[in-house]
């Protein structure tokens, strides 16, 4: 497997350079897109002249990351670079701003190569809900990716690139991770800028690192955090670097396993990795022990209101007056606001602005929306409360291995109950990984290791402890190989 310490090195060297590493990597996106579908653009030009201008100012050596090209899910904003958020709302919008995650990736000579498909405005969890196309599996082309991030994580499982950012609202980076055996990282609340990432739910969306392995992923996420004035939810805690306790061993770290995350709606065999991976991390020294997270179980449907209710006011900037789609037969301008959201709208967006604005609306408020926040701060409290004991958190990533295409869209609630192992981290702010563990039917497994607020590096200890030691990680689709 190549890694992305092994690349740079060979950029230091000048074994290959930035033009040519650019131009192989376009090469396997364009010959591996047919069967996955990852990518929505595909930035060539900007990529070749990016390599270039690095080229000529050289690779800074003490960068690991200088010269690497990455992708980016479609709903983070490029300057100049279309970002649709897979919208028909925004298929022409090209933001005149970088996010400031962006400006990181620039700033460490990163090289965009392209903007990945995604579920609309990040509204669902196989990554069909897309208004351009469906992203395959990278294991079985008759599979979901997951998603909403789906085209990250299938682009780096295919190898079209080795690293991609994501977005995280509700398990978007980790349960297509889980999908496609790659590494998804969702950090701490307020750990990357949001600031240039189109809104979804504000109190919970969270950019993250898409990566083959552990140590790439710490890698990436110490390109892109950093405390950002332009977002009021950037929190000033310092970056440590990520990888420092990589490759330490995980001796006497408390590790929890929540009986809940292996209850009611589990698969068994996804049941029997996850605690296969509980003994292996006992062998290696760890303490592990049952407990209990009471209050997971209101999770999906706290979520659901909450993220719902944000999700219906921050799409209200979706009119058709300023930017993006605008209906061509409105004769009034409440007939553009009604016809532009009718039409530029998907299903499943236009289901939760609903749901949203239900929730928020006068008389609902109080039974909805403000209980909703209650529940959410017991959630929050379980996992105070646990983590005063122990060190860690593990469980599935998802209760399942990924499904057929097409099975679940016309079910709404059962794509919903899929993340329910997934939400509680995103309402409590916590950071989460999921990394492979394992493999069902010949389906990756993933397994979710949730840490302390702003305590990565821990989380990334363990991970990578469990790789070091296993070969989960080093199985590849059969379609695309090593």
């Known amino acids: 497997m190549t890694t992305i310490k092994a690349l740079h090195d060979k950029l230091v060297k000048k074994e290959i350079s930035a033009v040519e590493l650019a131009k192989a990597t376009l090469k396997d996106i364009k010959d591996r897109e047919s069967k996955v579908d990852s990518f929505i653009t595909i930035t060539e030009d900007e990529a070749l002249a990016q390599a270039a201008a690095i080229d000529e100012r050289g690779i800074d050596a003490s960068n690991p990351v200088s010269g690497i090209p990455i992708a980016v899910k479609d709903n983070i904003s490029t300057k100049g670079i279309l970002t649709t958020a897979a919208s028909k709302m925004l298929y022409n919008y090209e933001p005149v701003f970088d996010a400031t995650s962006v400006e990181k990736l620039y700033a460490n000579d990163m090289i965009i190569v392209g903007k990945t498909n995604m579920d609309e405005f990040a509204m669902g969890g196989s990554t069909e809900n897309s208004a351009f196309k469906p992203t395959k599996n990278a294991w079985d082309e008759t599979k979901v990716p997951g998603g909403s991030s789906g085209g990250s994580a299938t682009a780096v499982a295919a190898n079209q690139v ?41 109190s919970l969306d969270q950019i993250g690192p898409f990566s083959q392995n552990v140590e790439d992923n710490a890698l990436l996420l110490n390109a892109v955090s950093d405390y950002d ?3 009021s939810t950037s929190s000033k805690v310092a970056v440590p670097d990520f990888t420092s306790k990589i490759g330490q061993d995980v001796k006497g770290l408390k590790i929890a396993l929540p009986k809940e995350y292996l209850g009611e709606g589990i698969d068994p065999q996804v049941k029997e990795q996850v605690l296969a991976a509980a003994k292996h991390f006992e062998k290696l020294g760890a303490i592990v022990e049952e407990v209990s997270l009471p209050h997971s179980k209101y999770g999906v449907a706290v979520y659901y209101i909450i993220a719902s209710s944000e999700a219906s006011s921050n799409l209200q900037r979706f009119d058709g007056i300023r930017y993006g789609f605008r209906a061509e037969d409105a004769v009034d301008l409440e007939d553009i606001y009604v016809k532009t959201r009718s039409q530029g709208f998907g299903e499943e967006v236009k289901r939760r602005i609903m749901l949203g604005t239900f929730s928020l609306s006068s008389g609902y408020y109080d039974a ?56 509680p981290v995103n309402l409590a702010g916590l950071p989460g990984i999921s990394i492979p563990a394992g493999q069902v039917e010949g389906l990756p497994v993933g397994l979710q290791i949730i840490g302390k607020a702003f305590d990565e590096a821990t989380i990334y200890q363990a991970a990578a402890a469990f790789e070091a030691t296993t070969d989960f990680h080093k199985n590849k689709p059969v379609i695309f190989g090593a």
Do not use: C, W
């Open 162 to 202: 080795l690293l991609s950012l994501g977005s995280d609202t509700g398990g978007s980076i980790r349960q297509p991770a889980s999908f496609n055996g790659v590494v998804g990282l969702k950090p701490t609340y307020g750990r990357i800028s949001r600031f240039g990432l189109i809104a979804f739910g504000s």
């Open 229 to 231: 004035p332009k977002d």
């Open 368 to 423: 909805y929306f403000k209980k909703a926040g209650q529940v959410r701060t017991l959630i929050m409290q379980d996992f105070q409360k646990v983590f005063e004991n122990y060190d860690l958190i593990i469980g599935p990533t998802a209760p399942t291995v990924a499904y057929d295409l097409d099975t679940q869209g016309h079910d709404p609630v059962a794509m919903y109950l899929a993340d329910l192992l997934t939400i």
